[in-house]
Protein backbone atom coordinates (compact mmCIF):
# COMPACT_ATOMS: atom_id res chain seq x y z
CA UNK A 1 0.00 0.00 0.00
CA UNK A 2 2.65 2.55 1.25
CA UNK A 3 4.70 1.69 -1.96
CA UNK A 4 2.00 2.09 -4.19
CA UNK A 5 1.48 5.49 -2.71
CA UNK A 6 4.77 6.59 -3.17
CA UNK A 7 4.94 6.11 -6.68
CA UNK A 8 1.75 7.82 -7.57
CA UNK A 9 3.76 10.84 -5.33
CA UNK A 10 6.41 10.40 -7.58
CA UNK A 11 4.45 10.68 -10.35
CA UNK A 12 2.04 13.66 -9.33
CA UNK A 13 4.71 15.98 -7.67
CA UNK A 14 6.40 15.24 -10.85
CA UNK A 15 4.04 16.07 -13.33
CA UNK A 16 2.81 19.53 -11.15
CA UNK A 17 6.83 20.42 -11.00
CA UNK A 18 7.91 19.82 -14.56
CA UNK A 19 4.40 21.15 -16.26
CA UNK A 20 6.45 23.88 -17.24
CA UNK A 21 9.34 22.00 -18.80
CA UNK A 22 6.79 19.93 -20.32
CA UNK A 23 4.51 22.82 -21.99
CA UNK A 24 8.16 24.42 -23.28
CA UNK A 25 9.60 21.57 -24.52
CA UNK A 26 6.67 19.40 -26.07
CA UNK A 27 6.91 18.15 -29.94
CA UNK A 28 3.11 17.34 -30.50
CA UNK A 29 1.33 20.19 -30.49
CA UNK A 30 3.84 22.39 -33.16
CA UNK A 31 5.19 22.46 -36.07
CA UNK A 32 9.77 22.00 -35.64
CA UNK A 33 12.08 21.88 -38.35
CA UNK A 34 14.50 18.14 -37.55
CA UNK A 35 17.16 19.36 -35.88
CA UNK A 36 14.59 21.18 -33.11
CA UNK A 37 12.40 18.32 -32.90
CA UNK A 38 15.35 16.57 -31.82
CA UNK A 39 16.80 18.96 -29.03
CA UNK A 40 13.69 19.25 -27.67
CA UNK A 41 12.48 15.60 -27.76
CA UNK A 42 16.04 15.28 -25.99
CA UNK A 43 15.03 17.79 -23.23
CA UNK A 44 11.88 16.44 -22.53
CA UNK A 45 13.44 12.62 -22.57
CA UNK A 46 15.53 14.07 -19.81
CA UNK A 47 13.10 15.07 -17.21
CA UNK A 48 10.97 12.00 -18.15
CA UNK A 49 13.59 9.92 -17.10
CA UNK A 50 14.05 11.54 -13.91
CA UNK A 51 10.58 10.61 -13.47
CA UNK A 52 11.07 6.71 -14.63
CA UNK A 53 14.05 6.72 -12.16
CA UNK A 54 11.65 8.01 -9.35
CA UNK A 55 9.48 5.46 -9.83
CA UNK A 56 11.88 2.71 -9.74
CA UNK A 57 13.26 4.09 -6.25
CA UNK A 58 9.82 4.47 -5.06
CA UNK A 59 8.72 1.05 -5.70
CA UNK A 60 11.61 -0.59 -4.03
CA UNK A 61 12.81 -1.83 -7.00
CA UNK A 62 16.32 -3.54 -7.16
CA UNK A 63 18.30 -3.27 -10.59
CA UNK A 64 20.51 -5.06 -12.30
CA UNK A 65 22.25 -4.02 -15.39
CA UNK A 66 23.90 -6.02 -17.82
CA UNK A 67 25.41 -5.42 -20.64
CA UNK A 68 25.38 -1.84 -20.81
CA UNK A 69 28.44 -1.71 -22.50
CA UNK A 70 26.67 -2.68 -25.82
CA UNK A 71 24.36 0.41 -25.79
CA UNK A 72 25.28 3.32 -28.22
CA UNK A 73 25.89 6.81 -27.11
CA UNK A 74 24.13 8.06 -29.95
CA UNK A 75 21.00 6.74 -32.38
CA UNK A 76 19.45 5.91 -34.43
CA UNK A 77 18.72 2.23 -33.37
CA UNK A 78 15.91 0.28 -32.86
CA UNK A 79 15.53 -1.11 -29.39
CA UNK A 80 13.97 -3.96 -29.17
CA UNK A 81 12.32 -5.10 -25.66
CA UNK A 82 11.08 -7.99 -24.08
CA UNK A 83 7.75 -7.19 -22.15
CA UNK A 84 6.69 -7.69 -18.76
CA UNK A 85 4.92 -5.17 -17.26
CA UNK A 86 3.96 -1.50 -17.07
CA UNK A 87 7.38 -1.26 -15.40
CA UNK A 88 9.32 -2.09 -18.66
CA UNK A 89 8.78 1.56 -20.33
CA UNK A 90 10.40 3.56 -16.89
CA UNK A 91 13.01 0.31 -16.97
CA UNK A 92 14.04 1.66 -20.29
CA UNK A 93 13.93 4.53 -19.78
CA UNK A 94 16.53 5.03 -16.59
CA UNK A 95 18.80 2.66 -18.43
CA UNK A 96 18.73 4.07 -22.21
CA UNK A 97 19.99 7.40 -21.92
CA UNK A 98 19.91 7.85 -26.15
CA UNK A 99 16.92 9.69 -26.38
CA UNK A 100 14.31 7.84 -27.82
CA UNK A 101 10.27 7.60 -28.30
CA UNK A 102 8.50 5.55 -27.62
CA UNK A 103 5.74 3.02 -29.97
CA UNK A 104 3.50 1.59 -27.61
CA UNK A 105 -0.46 0.28 -27.04
CA UNK A 106 -3.33 2.81 -27.62
CA UNK A 107 -4.69 1.73 -24.10
CA UNK A 108 -1.27 4.29 -22.96
CA UNK A 109 -3.87 7.39 -23.66
CA UNK A 110 -6.03 6.44 -20.73
CA UNK A 111 -3.01 6.58 -18.17
CA UNK A 112 -3.20 10.03 -16.55
CA UNK A 113 0.04 12.20 -16.08
CA UNK A 114 2.14 9.03 -17.60
CA UNK A 115 0.34 9.70 -20.91
CA UNK A 116 1.17 13.38 -20.61
CA UNK A 117 4.81 12.54 -20.80
CA UNK A 118 4.20 9.80 -23.80
CA UNK A 119 2.58 12.83 -25.55
CA UNK A 120 4.99 15.24 -25.07
CA UNK A 121 7.72 13.56 -26.53
CA UNK A 122 6.47 12.60 -29.34
CA UNK A 123 6.19 8.84 -29.21
CA UNK A 124 3.41 6.86 -31.19
CA UNK A 125 0.17 5.05 -30.10
CA UNK A 126 -0.51 1.41 -32.15
CA UNK A 127 -3.88 -0.51 -32.13
CA UNK A 128 -2.53 -3.90 -32.09
CA UNK A 129 -6.11 -5.14 -33.78
CA UNK A 130 -5.60 -2.46 -36.49
CA UNK A 131 -3.53 -4.23 -39.59
CA UNK A 132 -4.21 -0.51 -41.38
CA UNK A 133 -3.30 1.39 -38.23
CA UNK A 134 -0.46 -1.06 -37.50
CA UNK A 135 1.04 -0.16 -40.70
CA UNK A 136 0.85 3.64 -40.91
CA UNK A 137 2.46 3.15 -37.56
CA UNK A 138 5.51 1.17 -38.71
CA UNK A 139 5.70 3.65 -41.42
CA UNK A 140 5.91 6.74 -39.53
CA UNK A 141 8.52 5.02 -36.97
CA UNK A 142 10.53 4.29 -39.82
CA UNK A 143 10.38 8.22 -41.20
CA UNK A 144 11.58 9.01 -37.71
CA UNK A 145 14.35 6.76 -37.71
CA UNK A 146 15.36 8.14 -40.88
CA UNK A 147 15.42 11.44 -39.49
CA UNK A 148 17.94 10.52 -36.68
CA UNK A 149 15.18 9.34 -33.73
CA UNK A 150 15.87 6.09 -31.90
CA UNK A 151 12.87 4.47 -31.75
CA UNK A 152 11.67 1.58 -28.57
CA UNK A 153 9.32 -0.79 -29.20
CA UNK A 154 8.16 -4.23 -27.46
CA UNK A 155 7.68 -6.51 -30.19
CA UNK A 156 5.73 -8.98 -28.62
CA UNK A 157 2.84 -7.09 -28.84
CA UNK A 158 1.71 -7.85 -25.25
CA UNK A 159 2.63 -8.63 -22.39
CA UNK A 160 4.17 -11.82 -21.12
CA UNK A 161 3.15 -13.13 -17.84
CA UNK A 162 6.22 -16.12 -17.36
CA UNK A 163 9.55 -16.26 -17.73
CA UNK A 164 9.09 -16.78 -21.63
CA UNK A 165 8.84 -14.65 -24.60
CA UNK A 166 6.08 -14.68 -26.66
CA UNK A 167 6.74 -14.45 -30.48
CA UNK A 168 8.27 -11.52 -32.22
CA UNK A 169 6.06 -9.92 -34.49
CA UNK A 170 7.72 -9.28 -38.21
CA UNK A 171 6.26 -6.12 -38.92
CA UNK A 172 8.58 -4.71 -35.98
CA UNK A 173 11.57 -5.72 -38.00
CA UNK A 174 10.33 -3.75 -40.82
CA UNK A 175 11.38 -0.46 -38.52
CA UNK A 176 15.35 -1.48 -38.78
CA UNK A 177 15.49 -2.86 -42.38
CA UNK A 178 13.39 -0.36 -43.99
CA UNK A 179 15.44 2.73 -41.97
CA UNK A 180 19.01 0.26 -42.17
CA UNK A 181 19.24 1.00 -38.50
CA UNK A 182 20.72 -1.40 -35.89
CA UNK A 183 18.68 -3.02 -33.84
CA UNK A 184 19.92 -3.62 -29.87
CA UNK A 185 17.96 -6.21 -28.16
CA UNK A 186 17.65 -5.57 -24.40
CA UNK A 187 15.68 -8.33 -22.15
CA UNK A 188 13.96 -7.26 -19.06
CA UNK A 189 13.18 -10.02 -16.42
CA UNK A 190 10.97 -9.85 -12.75
CA UNK A 191 9.29 -6.19 -13.54
CA UNK A 192 6.33 -8.01 -13.42
CA UNK A 193 6.46 -8.43 -9.52
CA UNK A 194 6.68 -5.16 -8.91
CA UNK A 195 3.13 -5.05 -9.61
CA UNK A 196 1.44 -7.82 -11.71
CA UNK A 197 1.59 -10.10 -9.42
CA UNK A 198 -0.44 -8.58 -6.84
CA UNK A 199 -3.44 -8.51 -9.46
CA UNK A 200 -2.13 -5.04 -9.88
CA UNK A 201 -3.56 -3.97 -6.45
CA UNK A 202 0.04 -3.69 -4.27
CA UNK A 203 3.05 -2.45 -5.34
CA UNK A 204 5.83 -5.18 -4.07
CA UNK A 205 9.69 -4.70 -4.22
CA UNK A 206 11.55 -7.05 -6.42
CA UNK A 207 15.02 -7.55 -7.97
CA UNK A 208 14.46 -6.76 -11.54
CA UNK A 209 17.16 -7.45 -14.24
CA UNK A 210 18.04 -5.62 -17.71
CA UNK A 211 20.45 -7.69 -19.82
CA UNK A 212 21.43 -5.45 -23.01
CA UNK A 213 22.55 -7.22 -26.18
CA UNK A 214 24.81 -5.92 -28.65
CA UNK A 215 23.63 -4.25 -31.47
CA UNK A 216 22.61 -6.36 -34.21
CA UNK A 217 23.74 -4.84 -38.12
CA UNK A 218 20.52 -4.77 -39.86
CA UNK A 219 22.38 -2.62 -42.99
CA UNK A 220 23.62 -5.13 -45.45
CA UNK A 221 22.13 -8.15 -44.72
CA UNK A 222 20.57 -10.66 -47.73
CA UNK A 223 17.70 -11.36 -48.48
CA UNK A 224 17.73 -14.46 -46.92
CA UNK A 225 19.19 -13.22 -43.63
CA UNK A 226 16.76 -10.59 -43.82
CA UNK A 227 13.84 -13.37 -43.33
CA UNK A 228 15.16 -15.11 -40.88
CA UNK A 229 15.97 -12.29 -39.08
CA UNK A 230 13.00 -12.48 -36.65
CA UNK A 231 13.66 -16.22 -35.59
CA UNK A 232 17.00 -15.27 -35.20
CA UNK A 233 16.93 -12.15 -32.94
CA UNK A 234 13.82 -13.97 -30.98
CA UNK A 235 16.90 -17.21 -29.76
CA UNK A 236 18.97 -14.64 -29.16
CA UNK A 237 16.61 -12.48 -27.00
CA UNK A 238 15.62 -15.91 -25.68
CA UNK A 239 18.90 -16.25 -24.39
CA UNK A 240 19.34 -13.17 -22.98
CA UNK A 241 16.27 -13.36 -21.00
CA UNK A 242 17.74 -17.31 -19.72
CA UNK A 243 20.93 -15.72 -18.43
CA UNK A 244 18.91 -13.41 -16.04
CA UNK A 245 16.22 -15.63 -15.05
CA UNK A 246 16.11 -16.79 -11.21
Not at 10 to 15: F, G, K, P, S
Not at 174 to 184: E, G, N, Q
Request: proline share 4%; net charge positive.
Amino acid sequence: MLRGLAVIWVIVTHYIFNSIGRQKYRVDNRELDKETKKQYRAKIYRIMKKLCSGMLKASGAEIEVRGKENLPKNGPVVYMVTHKSMFDAPLVAHIVDDPSIFIGKEEIKKIPCISSWFNAIGSIYIARDDMKQSLQVILQGIEELKDGQSVVIFPEGTRSKDESIGELKAGSFKLALKAKVPIVPIAVQNTHKLLEVNGGKKVTPAKIYANIGKPIDVANLSREEQKTLPSDVQKYMEQLTKEITD
